[in-house]
T-cell receptor, first 112, second 111 residues
Framework: KAGVTQTPRYLIKTRGQQVTLSCSPI?????VSWYQQTPGQGLQFLFE???????NKGNFPGRFSGRQFSNSRSEMNVSTLELGDSALYLC???????????FGDGTRLSIL | GQQVMQIPQYQHVQEGEDFTTYCNSS?????IQWYKQRPGGHPVFLIQ?????EVKKQKRLTFQFGEAKKNSSLHITATQTTDVGTYFC???????????FGTGTRLAVRP
């Protein structure tokens, strides 16, 4: 069974730009969650999508948004990038959200 | 953002010594999960605890869920260099709720 796939693996952007990250969950998993990981703040929950609906949301500004498609693939978008958005963005899929989460390798985003 | 407190933040042990990390929540939990993240890697699921007072073992790792379902611990017996990494607890307050990760405990092992 293929694992969680995140693309791209690395991304460099400048302040003010916007970015879209992609996540393909494990086949059959309906829940996709996104996390931001930084050395200072640890693993911060962004949002969770389940069956194309946002089921849970973390405490991030509206610049961070996401969506999930009918095949459970998910995208995360960050607009008006700030230096503080530099981080590793991790996607995790779960069968139904209550089952253990399986993480992808992440997208490392650097803002210049 | 809100996070679950884990202690210690960092621990450096000699290979063969034991290691314990503790996770404390302010509320009663539905379940608690434990993950391990190796340096440069992504978190990998270790175990899920659901019942009050539950104890589960995986080889040298022992996981406990408190009687009040507000705290948990992970104990590693006779650490090895392969145990190096950051251990996270993650709490879920109710079914369907988000998974909130703890602050993590970074374990270093001297060979």
């Amino acid at each position: 069974k293929a694992g969680v796939t995140q693309t791209p693996r690395y991304l460099i952007k400048t302040r003010g730009q916007q970015v879209t990250l992609s996540c393909s969950p494990i086949s059959g998993h309906r829940s996709v969650s996104w996390y931001q990981q930084t050395p200072g703040q640890g693993l911060q929950f962004l949002f969770e999508y389940f069956s194309e609906t946002q089921r849970n949301k973390g405490n991030f500004p509206g610049r961070f948004s996401g969506r999930q498609f009918s095949n459970s693939r998910s995208e995360m978008n960050v607009s008006t990038l700030e230096l503080g958005d530099s981080a590793l963005y991790l996607c995790a899929s779960s069968a139904n959200g209550d089952q253990p989460q399986h993480f992808g390798d992440g997208t490392r985003l650097s803002i210049l | 953002g809100q996070q679950v407190m884990q202690i210690p933040q960092y621990q450096h042990v000699q290979e063969g010594e034991d290691f314990t990390t503790y996770c404390n929540s302010s509320t009663t939990l539905s379940n608690i999960q434990w993950y391990k993240q190796r340096p440069g890697g992504h978190p990998v699921f270790l175990i899920q605890l659901v019942k009050s007072g539950e104890v589960k073992k995986q080889k040298r790792l022992t996981f406990q869920f408190g009687e009040a379902k507000k705290n948990s611990s992970l104990h590693i017996t006779a650490t090895q260099t392969t145990d190096v990494g950051t251990y996270f607890c993650a709490e879920k307050k109710s079914s369907g709720d988000k998974l909130t990760f703890g602050t993590g405990t970074r374990l270093a092992v001297r060979p």
